[in-house]
């Protein structure tokens, strides 16, 4: 409930209206707004599930004359915003709203963990169980995912990202009590505001595993082929790997190539493709390649280990060009190029 001392912001008041009225009338009033408008009243609904009495009649005294005593408190929530907007706009354009809001209001419930070590993060989940750390990495940015997952046990680990990877909803107030609950062992004082959906999916473990080191790329992919091949097989597809590579137009490779150290490229070659080694060989400059020639030649017998590295910083390339807009990378058609 809303605290009487707080008072209500001006978009909260013109909510509070809306749901003291019944929802034929609430719909009416509402149509009268812009969309942009009815999204930001739509999330002060969904804000304020109750509101006091006195708060009540006090935004409603701005509005006409006389309030009626004793009114009952106003009742707000998603159900309640999302069949305003339906009633308002019809059940399509209601449904673009409402998903408009739950992402401007997901992961808010965790906003207070951007800011914490990440070491102290990993203090906070252990001894929760996957579904809960996964709900709780799900939530934070993919570079400070990355290092919380980094440095989870490795069992825990392929947990968190199996249950990242296939989480779909959890309800609000499941949401807003965890958060509640780790604010206070965080000794946080912000309050934390309701989320309206999980932010999990393929994607977004996609996008911590990309900003992970090889070792951890590794054990999270070799732990998801044990438990489950094909999330594991989805996985990979969205993922940027050295294959990749023959995607590139000449002119993106020869960027990535760029960057990349002749010892470096030497060992990220060894036992690649026939494409693979020719898109490398074609795009350095004629010196380059017969430096690559002579590194290529007194190799020898190296470590896989060694070689992942390699092609890891040849990936790692690839997707800080990638997320710079430097580059595009087409990833369609490409299930064909093994390494």
Known sequence: MINPKTGLTGMQKAAVVLMSMDHEHAALVLKQFTEAEAEEIATAIIGMRSVDDTLTDTALSEFHDSVTRGRSSARGGSEFAAGLLESSFGAEKAAGVMKRVSRSMAGKAFEFLQTVEQHQIISLLDGEMAQTSALVVAHLNPALASGVLAGMSDEKRIQVAQRIATMTSATPEAISLLSANLKLRAAAVVSPRNALEVVGGIQPLVDIINRANAATERAILEGLDARDP????????????????????????QLVLRGVEIPTLALALKGASEPVQQAIISNVSERNRELLADETGVLGAVRKSQIDDARAEVVRSIRELEAAGTLTLQREGGDDVLV
């Open 230 to 253: 094909k999330l594991a097989e989805e996985v990979r597809a969205k993922l940027v790997t050295f294959a990749d590579i023959v995607r590139l137009d000449a002119r993106d490779l």
